[in-house]
């Protein structure tokens, strides 16, 4: 299976900063098909898991654009520009291209 | 709008049964490869199946904890998803969502415990 690997673990930020996480991934996501599957999700304290961005970089419909997505073959990064109260959660990249589909460990991001 | 209603949760003993129903509305269903995602208590998230189009095969895939114990299975026309949980374990204890691209339902939580 694809071992996917997050951090940090817990991400203490003050409101209005930047945050970035960290993905790699044990095998490249480049698909067969050209797609790089990755995706990112984000799971608010006491609800359902949504996803944010898939393939690598493309946003949701609804999502801010704070958030943004980047890397290739096995390494990534969400990038949150400037931290709003709103995006304390824990944060889950999954990938999508090999099965089974495995998820990261998550990174908690809390405000300071 | 997109909506996923899980049901049929509750409290089973080791060794027993469980089915799970996923309502489906707000999309055309039988053009929607689903999944069933688990969550265990303050854990995080880990795939347990998914069910392809009956236009893609409709085949199914498991995850190896789950494999030979769980059944996943479709009917397009209720548009309904289902999760048949047998032989079940303490470790299967979690709240199991339903899933389609970007839409997650609310969960319905499994207890195993004796």
């Known amino acids: 299976d694809v071992v996917m690997t997050q951090s940090p673990l817990s991400l203490p930020v003050t409101l209005g900063q930047p945050a970035s996480i960290s993905c790699r991934s044990s095998?490249?996501?480049?698909?067969?098909?050209?797609?790089?599957?990755l995706n990112w999700i984000q799971q608010r304290p006491g609800q359902s898991p949504r996803r944010l961005l898939y393939?690598?970089?493309n946003r949701e419909s609804g999502v801010p654009d704070r958030f943004s997505g980047s890397g290739s073959g096995t390494d990534f990064t969400l990038k949150i520009s400037r931290v709003e109260a709103e995006d304390v959660g824990v944060y889950y990249c999954l990938q999508g291209t090999h099965w089974p589909l495995t998820f990261g460990g998550g990174t908690k991001v809390e405000i300071k | 709008e997109v909506q996923l209603v899980e049901s049929g949760g509750g409290l089973v003993k080791p060794g027993g049964s469980l089915r799970l129903s996923c309502a489906a509305s707000?999309?055309?269903?039988?053009?929607?490869?689903m999944s069933w995602v688990r969550q265990a208590p303050g854990k995080g998230l880990e795939y347990v199946g998914r069910i392809r189009t009956k236009t893609d095969g409709g085949t199914i895939e498991y995850t190896s904890p789950v494999k030979g114990r769980f059944i996943i299975s479709r009917d397009d026309s209720e548009n309904t998803l289902y999760l048949q949980m047998n032989s079940l374990r303490t470790e299967d204890t979690a709240l199991y969502y339903c899933?389609?691209?970007?839409?997650w339902g609310q969960g319905t939580l499994a207890t195993v415990s004796s």
């Open positions: 899933v389609t691209g970007a839409y």
């Open positions: 707000g999309f055309t269903f039988r053009n929607a490869w």
């Open positions: 095998q490249s996501l480049v698909h067969s098909d050209g797609n790089t599957y």
């Open positions: 393939k690598v970089s």
